[in-house]
């Protein structure tokens, strides 16, 4: 007879091992290894597969003869922020995981979204954080106040899953997966296995009772995500709440969606009285803008079919230390060292001796070449001293010739430029061709290289 099999599961990352590690090779973290009972299927080896008894051959249909005359159903939430991340409102029978650090306003959100959803459907607010009274005080703080909400502070997920088929609520928040367990597992709450077997228990009951689910999960603050990282592929969709705990906006992104785009992203400001949609970030963003400081530059960058502008500030000041510091927020590392690279062996600027840092205003992720430009020109003007005239606005990739090359979206870039009140656009000469000019007042200047493009700031 085979021996019981025991794995090893990081409960950090998720990685599997036959032997037990101090440290795992998957996230580099020390004793997070746990005993967990291998699963039944991994103990058969292929080579000794017995012959399944059943024949699935029927059971194969073609694409054409599937009945899909029903489009999925979708439940608008109330906030055009978070359906548009969703894609369009919450897909019925959909298992929707709400990422994010503590306190960011995961339950904020989910809360509030009840007041609307209330309206026409009844919902199950599940938590295994606070008591029935606590999410009272909260929800009459943030004037929810619908006849439809039910609450139910417990943990067993079992349990759980047994009283959402019996009362058979139409929408089902989880609060926080971390916190729900299976009695008969022996590890601990917010383990690999308990995260990931609950989130499977409430998947099975999602698709088969066509209930939507909203799973909140706890993300630590360096970012390896205990629980949610597991449950990534289980789930339809994965939002994450990110934000800066001190600054009062926060941004809902989607990084997996069976039913939409993951280019989306949703822009929410904390208030007293919980989250408020911001419908034009971009004036967020630049509001409260030094205008006679050098090191600034206004980009551009996309963001799902939204354009957003977002201010790229650049520090360049002499170094006290050997290896001169380089430092990027919002920005990537090694995309910054390639753009100086090109300042330097292509423009004749040379950073060596001098600290490099650069922050984007706002905690906006600038992860896209068309941002090149702005960090070019901020840096270009922190090196020099000189202004960027606050009424422009640059973008355009860089190549490693120096030259400028042609971007995405240019027209919806422009417009939303002209919409904030900019008056000159610094862009690729490539780009400039594809964009009817007439359409705007604002004055556009189509550029070939960096060169041209310090030129036209007035270098
Ligand atoms: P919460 O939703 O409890 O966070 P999470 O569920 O992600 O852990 O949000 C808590 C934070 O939000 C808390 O620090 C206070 C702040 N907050 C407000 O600023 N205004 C409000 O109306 C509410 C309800 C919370
Ligand atoms: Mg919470």
New binding site residues.
Partial sequence: MAKLKSIYVCSQCGYESSKWNGRCPGCGEWNTFEEAAAPAAAAASSKGRQRSNRDLSELIVGIGSVEASRDEVRYPTGLSELDRVLGGGLVRGSLVLLG??????????L?QICNFLGEDHTILYVSG?ESARQIKL?AS??GVDTENLYLLAENDCEAICDAVIKEKPEIVII??IQTMSIQGLSSACGSVTQVRECTNLFMRTAKSEEIPFFI?G?VNKDGAIAGPKVMEHIVDAVLY?EGQ?NL?YRILRAVKNRFGSTNEIGVFE??????AEVPNPSELLLSGRPTDVSGCCVACVMEGSRPILAEVQALVTKSGFSVPRRTAAGFDYNRLYLIIAVLEKRLGFFFGGLDVYINVVGGLKLDEPAADLSIALALYSSLRDKIVDERTIAFGELGLGGELRAISYAEQRVSEAERMGFERCILPAQSLKSIDTKRFKIKLIGVRSLRQAFDAVGG
Avoid at 100 to 109: D, N
Avoid at 270 to 275: T, V
């Fill in positions: 994010g650090e503590p306190g960011i306003g995961k339950s904020t959100l809360l954080e909260r703080r943030l609060d926080s909140v706890h709440f705990r009062s904390m208030r007293d009285k919980g989250l």
